[in-house]
């Protein structure tokens, strides 16, 4: 019963990363991000850590996803009409980039089917004491840090995709 209601929520996060990649609508992207975070949440749950699933739906899906909807809702995105020419080099990084994956993939599968992987998954490593303990105090800066990035780059997005004015005031003059 496990074994399948992992492989069903693996499966989800896996096809609806996917079409947060492929699609071409934005918002269709987001809400496919939604969905992956909360299968990831679903699998956080089955890895014994519940604290961390419900951070990961309450600040990621919440929060964090909301903001990047009503971003995109804002600046009134729309559909990508006009096809790009593609190119040989632009495959060739693909194809590289999906090989790359494979073998990462790859390597974890094997390091879970051998055992090696399972190890490192003891009830200390997914507590919450110590990680909220390195959170606060060690990691704090890059924290504070990364939210900030995250403002920043909201407001650059909403100044730089802002239709001007049929008439600006300089020409008024």
């Known amino acids: 019963m496990e074994i399948g209601v ?3 929520f693996a499966l989800l996060a896996v096809t609806s ?4 990649v ?4 934005p918002v269709y992207s987001v809400m496919s991000l939604v969905v992956t975070l909360v299968s990831t949440a679903v699998l956080f749950v089955m890895l014994g850590a519940p604290f961390l699933a ?5 600040v990621y899906t919440g929060a964090i996803l909301v903001l990047f909807l009503f971003v995109i809702m804002l600046l009134n995105i729309e559909r990508e ?7 040989w080099f632009k495959k060739l990084a693909a194809l590289i980039s999906a090989a790359i994956f494979v073998a990462i993939v790859g390597s974890i599968s094997l390091q879970a089917y051998t055992g090696r992987f399972l190890e490192a998954l003891t009830p200390e490593s997914v507590a919450i004491e110590p990680l ?4 606060f105090s060690t990691y704090l800066l890059p924290f504070e840090i990364i939210g900030l990035l995250l403002l ?6 909403t100044v730089l ?8 005031p300089e020409k008024e003059r």
């Open 132 to 135: 909220a303990r390195e959170l």
């Open 22 to 25: 492929v699609h071409r609508n």
């Open 54 to 58: 419900a951070l990961q739906v309450l």
């Open 161 to 168: 995709a802002r239709k001007q004015d049929a008439v600006s």
């Open 17 to 20: 990363a996917l079409v947060v």
């Open 152 to 157: 920043a780059a909201v407001v650059g997005a």
């Open 81 to 87: 009409t006009q096809r790009t020419n593609g190119g």
């Open 6 to 8: 992992f492989l069903l």
